[in-house]
């Protein structure tokens, strides 16, 4: 195992799953997105911003401003379990927001010492969203 990735009373971080951006420009964006960038729209109840599904299973959102809260980005690590990595962060002195969901995701945002606002994200199990077959 790598050195730093276990310890006990830390949180257990598996992998970045979502990244999001707020902007003025939403819809030229999401088109980018589509478009430019070749990735797939996924409709996801309970989010509000165009959300695209990238072939490792993370999310990309472009939300209007403020859409995402105090922020124009927003990135989102995972982990296996959610209300054990909050009572990590509290044990840290870190304060985090009320859980939110949609159906893909639990998730609660905190701000780190950098002032920054980050997301912890637990994947919800049967959301429906399968990858194209050419990703497989």
Known sequence: MLSGFDH???VRILGL???GTA????????????????LVPVQVHGADAEM????????FAVAGPRELGET???LGF???DLDEAIADLASAGIEV?????NERFRYVHFRAP???????VERMGGDGIEPPTSWV
Request: no cysteine; glycine share 10%.
């Open 114 to 120: 950098d002032g920054a606002l980050y997301e912890l």
């Open 52 to 59: 695209f599904l990238l072939p490792d299973g993370s999310m």
């Open 8 to 10: 006990t009373g830390e």
């Open 78 to 80: 995972l982990v296996a």
């Open 97 to 101: 927001d009320d859980i939110a969901e």
């Open 23 to 38: 902007t003025g420009r939403r819809p030229e964006m999401a088109a980018f997105a589509r478009d430019v960038l070749g």
């Open 72 to 74: 124009s980005r927003s």
């Open 17 to 19: 799953v979502f990244a």
